[in-house]
């Protein structure tokens, strides 16, 4: 069963639920392949849209950025890229 909401080197925070849980399964329909071929493009669109829930939702800025920083470095294997 997959695990949702933060996960890696930080702490799940209110501010990052709705986030996390977004990102997850956006992740999990690019891994089953069920947003088209476009994968690494589709793959920036969910991490933008993390950033964005995670500033809408109150986390500092620099603690966004953080979040933002790490999906996008070392989040290919997650998406099935």
Known sequence: MPRY????LTIDMVS????AL??????TLLRQRRLGA????ERKLADLWLWDLLLEDGMR??????WHWAVCRFGAS???M
């Open 61 to 66: 800025r620099f603690r966004a950025a953080y």
């Open 5 to 8: 909401g933060a996960s890696g």
């Open 38 to 41: 476009s994968g690494e493009t």
């Open 22 to 27: 977004a990102h997850d399964a956006y992740y």
């Open 16 to 19: 990052a639920r709705r986030a």
């Open 78 to 80: 997650a998406a099935g």
